[in-house]
């Protein structure tokens, strides 16, 4: 069975319009929960970091933010879709050393 | 900030041939993570090493933190090892769990 699901699979957007992107995680107890951003052609780059419930971190500035409402669950949501925002993102999970990755969302901005 | 240079950025090998993908730090990292791409786009773990070499296979890495490098070295290549891999170091800093990514190798095998 897959530890890690992310929904959608994909999106296609307009600017201006609200996203809110999320990330399950089964079978794993309080695992740090990470998300990653992929513009095209560019390099992958983490977004954001979670420890615990209710606790988000940020490490890049793009206009998105994160929320961890529950142990298993990892929300990536704006409130105002920019152009720049399309690419692929992904959800991933550790429990202290290897880190494993979701499926990805593609996003797509028009 | 922290930068992994990852190299070459594409290799092309005959079948049963091997070589190596690199990647250098800017400083140094705690740990590095190696993965292939798979075809949605997503990565699949190959190796996590905080010291020293792992084998899995036809696959070999090491991670030497002091001289700030890791490499990935492929033998006997098949077909099926074709796509894009990744390495990425994690930081040593505050940030728990922050991989930095290198630029990725698009690997190709030809028969």
């Known amino acids: 069975a897959q530890t890690i699901h992310q929904w959608p699979v994909a999106e296609i957007k307009a600017v201006g319009s609200p996203l809110s992107l999320g990330c399950t995680i089964k079978?794993?107890?309080?695992?740090?929960l990470y998300w990653y951003w992929q513009a095209t052609g560019g390099t992958l780059q983490q977004l954001f970091y979670s420890i615990t419930v209710g606790q988000v971190e940020s490490v890049v500035q793009l206009n998105l933010s994160a929320s961890r409402p529950k142990d298993d669950q990892f929300i990536l949501s704006t409130e105002k879709l920019l152009l720049s925002h399309s690419g692929f993102y992904l959800c991933a999970w550790s429990l202290g050393d290897t880190q494993y990755f979701g499926p990805g969302t593609r996003l797509l901005v028009l | 900030g922290d930068q992994v240079e990852q190299s070459p950025s594409a290799l092309s090998l005959h079948e049963g041939t091997g070589s190596a993908l690199r990647c250098n730090f800017t400083?140094?990292?705690?740990?590095v993570q190696w993965f292939r791409k798979n075809s949605r786009g997503s990565l699949i773990n190959l190796f996590y090493?905080?010291?020293g070499t792992k084998e899995n296979g036809r696959l070999k890495s090491a991670f030497d933190s002091k001289e700030r490098y890791s490499t990935l070295h492929i033998r006997d290549a098949q077909l099926e090892d074709s796509g894009t891999y990744f390495c990425a170091a994690e930081g040593g800093d505050y940030n728990q769990g922050k991989l930095i990514f290198g630029q990725g190798t698009k690997l190709s095998i030809k028969p």
């Open positions: 090493l905080a010291s």
């Open positions: 079978g794993k107890s309080s695992p740090n």
């Open positions: 400083t140094t990292m705690r740990a």
